[in-house]
């Protein structure tokens, strides 16, 4: 099973920035993309960014311009730097991996916890 632990969150002002992290480990499987939703109150959760083992990346409308994914594959790890922050950013960001495991067919999606973005106006 895929182990996620993100940091990174926290409070900042508009038009601050903010660099989230996200370290996947554990065993039996191969990572295809490690990817960031949000989910704010009230909301459902949406895509935000992705960024697959190929180093290709893919953005939400929203955040294209604002925030750059980048990931280091020998250290199964991604980051989600967010500029021009708006209060509409304000979430909980979620880390999610597609990944391939050994003992099943198909990728499967896991979850971070989730960190806490708040962008006061």
């Known amino acids: ?8 969150g926290g409070l900042v002002q ?3 920035s903010l660099k989230l992290s ?3 480990s554990g065993s039996g499987f ?3 993309a ?3 939703y949000r989910q704010a109150p009230g909301k459902q959760r949406e895509f935000v960014a992705t960024f697959t083992m190929r180093n290709t990346t893919d953005y939400a409308d929203l955040v294209k311009g604002r925030f750059t994914i980048s990931g280091d594959n020998a250290k199964n ?5 967010m500029n021009s922050l708006t209060p509409e950013d304000t979430a909980v960001y979620y880390c ?4 391939l495991y050994s003992d099943r067919k198909g990728p ?14």
């Open 22 to 24: 996200c370290a996947a």
């Open 14 to 16: 508009a038009g601050g």
């Open 77 to 81: 790890t991604v980051y989600l730097q």
């Open 108 to 121: 499967t999606q896991d979850w971070g916890q989730g960190t806490q973005v708040t962008v006061s106006s």
């Open 96 to 99: 999610a991996t597609e990944s």
């Open 1 to 8: 099973q895929v182990q996620l632990v993100e940091s990174g």
């Open 30 to 32: 191969r990572i295809i």
């Open 34 to 36: 490690m990817g960031w």
